[in-house]
C-alpha cells in the first residue's frame, strides 16, 4: 500500500462519536423500531417530551444502531451545558471537529466541512437554545445532503420536512401480580435499578403491586422511577409508595405544565426532601457546574466553612448512590447531573440566597486554571493543563457568561484574558472572539498585560477567521500593551501574527522586519512560539528565492518544536523544512522521511491547516518523483483536510497540487485550468503571496505547449503583481518564460540569452530542479543554432543531473518532448560517434559545471539576413518537406517537432526569402535542388 492509501485509510478510518452506555437501557424496543424507520425515512427526527422522559437515552440507542448505515457513523452534539444560544455553532464543530474559520458565517465552515460527508448527528437537549439549534438543522438539511439530524427537544424544532416522534412513557404493568410487573418496561427497569442499588433486593409476589404502583404514580417516566428505585435499600417497595401517595403534586394535572413533567418534579424535589442538610447543600452547589466535574474541581468550588472538602468525597458517594448524581467511568472518575437534576438544584440554590456565592467560588476556580494553564503554555505541563481546560470548558464558559454579563466583568476580562492564547492553539477562534470581544467591551482599564491578552487573542481570532484588515491593528495595540507590561513573549506573539499577515500580502521583507523588531527570546523560554518565528522565516526565505536560507530556518523550526511541550508546530516545522526540496533544492530521503512523521503526527493530533499544507507538498513530492497514484490521493486529502477545517489557504494549495499532478502526465490543458484556479483562489482568499509564482508557472507550462497568447499575457499579469517585491525564483521563472515566447518567434539569440539568465538565477538561489529544465532548454536552443556538440553535452548534463534530484516526472518548466526532438536532430547533423562522445561529455557535468558551461557558450555562426544563405538548418529540413505537398502537420512527425514550430519556421523561411506562398517555395527550392531526399535533408 503506497503512503497516500495509508493516510486515505486513515482518514475515511470511522469512530461513531458517541457515549458507551453506563447503565443498559431496559424496554424501547418498539420505540427503538419506530425511530430506525424514521432515519430511514426523513432528514430531520426530533425525539419530543418532558424532560426525564428518556430521550436522550433511546436517541444514542438508536444512533448506535444507526451508525453502521452512514459511511461516516454518527456523532453527538450536547448542548445541555451551554449557557446562550451563541455557542451553538461553536458546539457543533468541535463536537464534529471542525475548527471554525468564517468570522461572517461561522456555520459555513460546518457545512463545507460536511457537504461531501453521509453522517448522523445526534442533537441533545435543543430546548434552552431552540431558535440557534432550528438554523443549524436548517443548514444542514439544506446544504449537506447525505447528512441526517436527530434531535431531542421538550418541543418541536418547527423547521422545514422535520418529523416528530413524541417518546411515550415506559409501558406500565397491566396489575399487580409478578407477571406483570416482570414484563412490563416500567417494572423491569424499576426491578434492575433497585437490584443495582441493593443486589439482594428480588421481585416478589409480597412487593410486586407496591412496584406497580410506584410505576404508576410516576408515570412511567423513566427518571423518575430510577430515583424511586434507587431507594431501595433504604424504603422498601410499600413504603415507596406509601411515601408518594402523601407527597403533594405527584399526580398529573394542573394547566401550568404537562403532567407528566409536574409528576417529575415531584418526584425530584421528594428524592431531594430526603436528602441531610450536607447533601442538599452540596446538589445544589454542584448546580453551578457544566458538562461534568471531577472530585477535585467539587471540592474547590464547592466547599466553604460548613461544607470542607473532605466531607464532599464521601457526599458525592451518597448523591450518586442516590442516582441524583452520575457517576462517567473512565481513567478518572468524573461526575455529572442530569439536566433536569440540575435545573432542579439550581432553583433551589436561587432560593437559598447562595447563588451569587457559588459562582464567584466557580468563577474563581476558573481564573487559577486559566492562569495556570497559560503559564504552563511553553513548559512540559501545557498538553496535560490544555486537557484539563478542554474537559471542563462548558463550567468555564458558564463562569465566563455570568462574569461578563454584568455579576463581575472585570474579573470575567482576566479570566478570557488568561484564556486567549489556549482558545487559540486549540482552534477555538469563534469562542474567542466571542468572549474577548465581551471583555474588550469591559467599561474599566485592565493592566496592560491583561490588555495585551485581551486583544491579541482578538486579533489572533480575527486573523484564522479571514478578517486580516481588524486583525492588524488589534495586534499593534496588543504589541504595545504587551511592551508597556514587560512581557516579550506576549509581544513575541503579536509579532508573529504581523509577520504571518506581511507573508499573506507577499511581503518577503516585511516577515523578516516584524520578526526582527520583536524581543529575541532564547528557544527554551518558548519552544513551540519559537518555532512558530522561524517557520515564518522559512516561509519569507521561500518567498524570496533564498533557498538555503530557507533551508536553515526550517531545521530550526524542527529543532525548537522537537523540545515543545508534546511536540507542538513539530508537523508545520517538518512540512515547512520540505518546502524549498520539493521546490527546486532536490528531494532527498530525509525529504520524505519528514513529510511521513508529520503525517503520523497528524494522525494523532489532527490540525486542519497543516494537514492540508502537508498534503499540499506531500502531492507535489510524489509528483516530482512521478508516482502519480499516491500524489493523487494527497490531493484528495489536501482538499479533504482544507474544507473539513475551513482552512482558507486551500483554495490555492488544492489547485496547485493539481496542477504539478497534471504536468507530470504531461496533461497541460490541466495544469493550465489548474494555475489559473489557484491564483484566482489566492486572490479570493487575500493570501496573494503565491499569485506570482502561480501565473509565472502558467506562463512557462502554456508557452511551452504552444499558447503563445496565454503564456504573454500570464506573463504579463505575473509581473504586474510581482511588482517589487523580492522574489527571485519567480523572477527567474518569468525570465524563462520570456524566452520561451522568444524562441517560438524564432528570436533565437533573445531567447538563448533570457533562458541562460534565468538558469543561472535558479542555480545561484538553489533551485537546481528548475535549473535542470534551463539547461535543457539551452541545449535544445543550440540545436536551433546549429551548434550540435555543446547541444548534445547540455541535454545530457540535464538528464544526468535529474537522477540525484528526485526529479524524475516533468514539472512546470520541463520541455522534454522538445529535447528528445533536439537531441534526435543533433544525433542526425553529427552522426553517431561523434554525437555519443558529445553526449557523454555533458553526462560527466556535475549541474554545477553544466551551468558554468552554459554561461560560457554563445553566439553561434553568423549568417546573413536574407536569402537561402541566410536559413538555419531547421529551416532547410522543413524546405523540401513543403515541396512534397506535405501539410504542417505531416511535417511536424517527420521532423519530431510541434506543427507551431512548423509554421514559425516557415514564417521565416518566406521573410528570408521575400516570397509568399508555399508554391513559390516549392518553386525556389527546385532551382537550388533542395528535394527530398537532397543533403539538405
Known amino acids: 500500500m503506497s503512503p497516500g492509501d495509508v493516510h486515505a485509510e486513515r482518514r475515511l478510518e470511522r469512530h461513531s462519536g458517541l457515549p458507551i452506555e453506563v447503565s443498559s437501557l431496559v424496554g424501547r424496543g418498539p420505540q427503538i423500531?419506530?425511530?430506525?424507520?424514521?432515519?430511514?425515512?426523513?432528514?430531520?427526527?426530533?425525539?419530543?417530551?418532558?424532560?426525564?422522559?428518556?430521550?436522550?437515552?433511546?436517541?444514542?440507542?438508536?444512533?448506535?444502531?444507526?451508525?453502521?448505515?452512514?459511511?461516516?457513523?454518527?456523532?453527538?452534539?450536547?448542548?445541555?451545558?451551554?449557557?446562550?444560544?451563541?455557542?451553538?455553532?461553536?458546539?457543533?464543530?468541535?463536537?464534529?471537529?471542525?475548527?471554525?474559520?468564517?468570522?461572517?458565517?461561522?456555520?459555513?465552515?460546518?457545512?463545507?466541512?460536511?457537504?461531501?460527508?453521509?453522517?448522523l448527528i445526534v442533537l441533545d437537549n435543543c430546548e434552552h437554545v431552540l431558535e440557534s439549534a432550528s438554523q443549524v438543522v436548517v443548514m444542514l438539511a439544506e446544504q449537506c445532503r447525505r447528512v441526517r439530524v436527530m434531535a431531542t427537544s421538550r418541543e418541536r424544532l418547527d423547521v422545514p420536512g422535520e418529523s416528530v416522534f413524541p417518546v411515550p412513557p415506559l409501558e406500565l404493568p397491566d396489575d399487580?401480580?409478578?407477571?406483570?410487573?416482570?414484563?412490563?418496561?416500567?417494572?423491569?427497569?424499576?426491578?434492575?435499578?433497585?437490584?443495582?442499588?441493593?443486589?439482594?433486593?428480588?421481585?416478589?409476589?409480597?412487593?410486586s403491586a407496591a412496584i406497580a404502583e410506584v410505576c404508576a404514580r410516576?408515570?412511567?417516566?423513566?427518571?423518575?422511577?430510577?430515583?424511586?428505585?434507587?431507594?431501595?435499600?433504604?424504603?422498601?417497595?410499600?413504603?415507596?409508595?406509601?411515601?408518594?401517595?402523601?407527597?403533594?403534586?405527584?399526580?398529573?394535572?394542573?394547566?401550568?405544565?404537562?403532567?407528566?413533567?409536574?409528576?417529575?418534579?415531584?418526584?425530584?424535589?421528594?428524592?431531594?426532601?430526603?436528602?441531610?442538610?450536607?447533601?442538599?447543600?452540596?446538589?445544589?452547589?454542584?448546580?453551578?457546574?457544566?458538562?461534568?466535574?471531577?472530585?477535585?474541581?467539587?471540592?474547590?468550588?464547592?466547599?466553604?466553612?460548613?461544607?470542607?472538602?473532605?466531607?464532599?468525597?464521601?457526599?458525592?458517594?451518597?448523591?450518586?448512590?442516590?442516582?441524583?448524581?452520575?457517576?462517567?467511568?473512565?481513567?478518572?472518575?468524573?461526575?455529572?447531573?442530569?439536566?433536569?437534576?440540575?435545573?432542579?438544584?439550581?432553583?433551589?440554590?436561587?432560593?437559598?440566597?447562595?447563588?451569587?456565592?457559588?459562582?464567584?467560588?466557580?468563577?474563581?476556580?476558573?481564573?487559577?486554571?486559566?492562569?495556570?494553564?497559560?503559564?504552563?503554555?511553553?513548559?512540559?505541563?501545557?498538553?496535560?493543563?490544555?486537557?484539563?481546560?478542554?474537559?471542563?470548558?462548558?463550567?468555564?464558559?458558564?463562569?465566563?457568561?455570568?462574569?461578563?454579563?454584568?455579576?463581575?466583568?472585570e474579573a470575567g476580562r482576566e479570566l478570557a484574558a488568561w484564556l486567549a492564547r489556549w482558545w487559540i492553539a486549540t482552534g477555538r477562534y469563534s469562542e474567542a472572539g466571542q468572549f474577548l470581544t465581551m471583555a474588550a467591551g469591559v467599561p474599566c482599564t485592565p493592566g496592560p498585560g491583561i490588555q495585551a491578552r485581551v486583544l491579541l487573542g482578538a486579533a489572533w481570532s480575527a486573523y484564522h477567521l479571514g478578517d486580516?484588515?481588524?486583525?492588524?491593528?488589534?495586534?499593534?495595540?496588543?504589541?504595545?500593551?504587551?511592551?508597556?507590561?514587560?512581557?516579550?513573549?506576549?509581544?513575541?506573539?503579536?509579532?508573529?501574527?504581523?509577520?504571518?499577515?506581511?507573508?499573506h500580502a507577499g511581503d518577503a521583507d516585511r516577515v523578516v522586519a516584524e520578526l526582527q523588531a520583536g524581543p529575541d527570546l532564547p528557544g527554551p523560554a518558548d519552544p513551540a512560539l519559537a518555532a512558530r518565528g522561524q517557520v515564518l522565516l522559512a516561509n519569507a526565505a521561500l518567498l524570496s528565492g533564498d533557498l538555503a536560507a530557507q533551508d536553515r530556518h526550517g531545521q530550526a523550526a524542527i529543532k525548537l518544536a522537537r523540545t515543545a511541550a508534546g511536540r507542538e508546530g513539530l508537523a508545520l516545522?517538518?512540512?515547512?523544512?520540505?518546502?524549498?526540496?520539493?521546490?527546486?533544492?532536490?528531494?532527498?530521503?530525509?525529504?520524505?522521511?519528514?513529510?511521513?512523521?508529520?503525517?503520523?503526527?497528524?494522525?494523532?493530533?489532527?490540525?486542519?491547516?497543516?494537514?492540508?499544507?502537508?498534503?499540499?507538498?506531500?502531492?507535489?513530492?510524489?509528483a516530482t518523483l512521478g508516482q502519480l497514484e499516491a500524489a493523487e490521493t494527497e490531493v484528495g486529502l489536501c482538499w479533504a483536510a482544507g474544507r473539513s477545517g475551513a482552512v482558507r489557504l486551500v483554495e490555492f494549495l488544492g489547485p496547485q497540487a493539481e496542477a504539478r499532478v497534471a504536468a507530470a502526465r504531461n496533461d497541460t490543458a490541466t495544469a493550465i485550468s489548474a494555475l489559473r484556479r489557484a491564483a484566482d483562489g489566492s486572490r479570493r482568499v487575500a493570501i496573494v503571496m503565491f499569485v506570482p509564482a502561480a501565473l509565472a508557472a502558467l506562463a512557462c507550462i502554456a508557452g511551452i505547449a504552444g499558447d503563445q497568447s496565454t503564456a504573454a499575457a500570464a506573463a504579463g499579469e505575473a509581473h504586474a503583481e510581482l511588482g517589487g517585491r523580492r522574489q527571485a525564483i519567480t523572477a527567474a521563472a518569468l525570465r524563462y518564460a520570456e524566452g520561451i515566447l522568444a524562441w517560438h518567434r524564432g528570436?533565437?539569440?533573445?531567447?538563448?540569452?533570457?533562458?541562460?539568465?534565468?538558469?543561472?538565477?535558479?542555480?545561484?538561489?538553489?533551485a537546481r530542479i528548475d535549473a535542470c529544465d534551463g539547461i535543457e532548454l539551452l541545449g535544445v536552443l543550440a540545436v536551433a543554432r546549429e551548434r550540435y556538440p555543446a547541444a548534445a553535452r547540455l541535454l545530457a548534463a540535464a538528464d544526468a543531473a535529474r537522477q540525484p534530484l528526485g526529479y524524475l516526472a516533468p514539472g512546470f518548466t520541463a520541455n522534454r518532448a522538445a529535447a528528445a526532438r533536439a537531441a534526435s536532430q543533433a544525433r542526425h547533423i553529427l552522426g553517431e560517434d561523434r554525437f555519443t562522445q558529445a553526449w557523454e561529455q555533458g553526462q560527466e557535468l556535475t549541474l554545477d559545471d553544466a551551468v558554468a558551461y552554459a554561461t560560457r557558450q554563445g553566439g553561434g555562426r553568423k549568417r546573413p539576413a536574407i536569402g537561402w544563405a541566410s536559413l538555419t538548418p531547421a529551416e532547410l529540413q522543413v524546405v523540401p518537406l513543403v515541396s512534397e505537398g506535405l501539410r504542417n502537420d505531416a511535417i511536424a512527425r517527420r521532423l519530431f517537432i510541434a506543427p507551431g514550430t512548423v509554421k514559425v519556421h516557415l514564417s521565416h523561411i518566406f521573410a528570408k526569402l521575400g516570397i509568399t506562398t508555399r508554391t513559390e517555395l516549392a518553386a525556389q527550392a527546385a532551382a537550388q535542388n533542395l528535394t527530398a531526399g537532397s543533403p539538405g535533408q
Open 33 to 119: 423500531a419506530a425511530v430506525l424507520d424514521g432515519l430511514r425515512a426523513v432528514r430531520v427526527l426530533t425525539l419530543t417530551g418532558p424532560g426525564g422522559c428518556g430521550k436522550t437515552r433511546l436517541a444514542l440507542r438508536a444512533a448506535t444502531l444507526a451508525a453502521d448505515r452512514f459511511e461516516d457513523g454518527a456523532r453527538l452534539v450536547e448542548l445541555a451545558s451551554l449557557t446562550g444560544s451563541a455557542l451553538v455553532t461553536a458546539s457543533v464543530a468541535e463536537a464534529l471537529g471542525i475548527p471554525e474559520q468564517d468570522a461572517a458565517d461561522p456555520m459555513a465552515a460546518v457545512v463545507r466541512a460536511l457537504s461531501d460527508r453521509e453522517l
Open 176 to 207: 399487580g401480580s409478578v407477571r406483570a410487573v416482570a414484563g412490563s418496561e416500567a417494572g423491569h427497569l424499576f426491578i434492575t435499578r433497585a437490584r443495582a442499588a441493593n443486589p439482594a433486593f428480588a421481585l416478589s409476589a409480597g412487593n
Open 218 to 409: 410516576l408515570d412511567g417516566m423513566p427518571l423518575a422511577i430510577e430515583l424511586a428505585a434507587a431507594r431501595c435499600p433504604a424504603l422498601g417497595p410499600a413504603q415507596l409508595a406509601a411515601r408518594l401517595e402523601g407527597h403533594p403534586g405527584l399526580l398529573s394535572g394542573g394547566a401550568a405544565r404537562p403532567g407528566r413533567h409536574r409528576s417529575l418534579e415531584a418526584v425530584v424535589s421528594w428524592s431531594y426532601d430526603l436528602l441531610d442538610d450536607a447533601e442538599r447543600r452540596l446538589l445544589d452547589r454542584l448546580s453551578v457546574l457544566r458538562g461534568g466535574f471531577d472530585l477535585d474541581m467539587a471540592e474547590r468550588t464547592c466547599s466553604d466553612e460548613f461544607l470542607t472538602p473532605p466531607a464532599i468525597a464521601g457526599l458525592l458517594a451518597s448523591l450518586a448512590g442516590k442516582s441524583l448524581v452520575q457517576v462517567q467511568a473512565g481513567a478518572e472518575i468524573r461526575y455529572s447531573l442530569l439536566e433536569t437534576v440540575r435545573q432542579f438544584a439550581a432553583g433551589r440554590l436561587a432560593a437559598s440566597g447562595e447563588e451569587t456565592a457559588a459562582h464567584a467560588r466557580l468563577l474563581g476556580w476558573a481564573l487559577e486554571a486559566a492562569r495556570s494553564a497559560e503559564a504552563a503554555q511553553p513548559g512540559a505541563e501545557r498538553a496535560g493543563w490544555s486537557d484539563r481546560i478542554s474537559v471542563d470548558q462548558a463550567s468555564i464558559r458558564a463562569a465566563l457568561t455570568w462574569a461578563l454579563g454584568g455579576a463581575e466583568p
Open 468 to 503: 486580516s484588515p481588524r486583525a492588524a491593528p488589534l495586534a499593534a495595540d496588543g504589541i504595545a500593551c504587551a511592551r508597556q507590561a514587560a512581557e516579550p513573549q506576549l509581544e513575541a506573539w503579536g509579532r508573529n501574527l504581523l509577520a504571518a499577515l506581511a507573508w
Open 573 to 622: 516545522a517538518l512540512s515547512a523544512w520540505t518546502m524549498s526540496a520539493i521546490s527546486g533544492a532536490g528531494i532527498q530521503p530525509a525529504t520524505v522521511a519528514a513529510l511521513d512523521e508529520a503525517a503520523n503526527l497528524l494522525t494523532a493530533h489532527p490540525d486542519r491547516f497543516t494537514e492540508a499544507v502537508m498534503h499540499h507538498w506531500r502531492a507535489r513530492l510524489f
Open 747 to 766: 528570436e533565437l539569440a533573445d531567447a538563448d540569452h533570457l533562458v541562460r539568465e534565468a538558469t543561472v538565477q535558479w542555480h545561484q538561489r538553489g
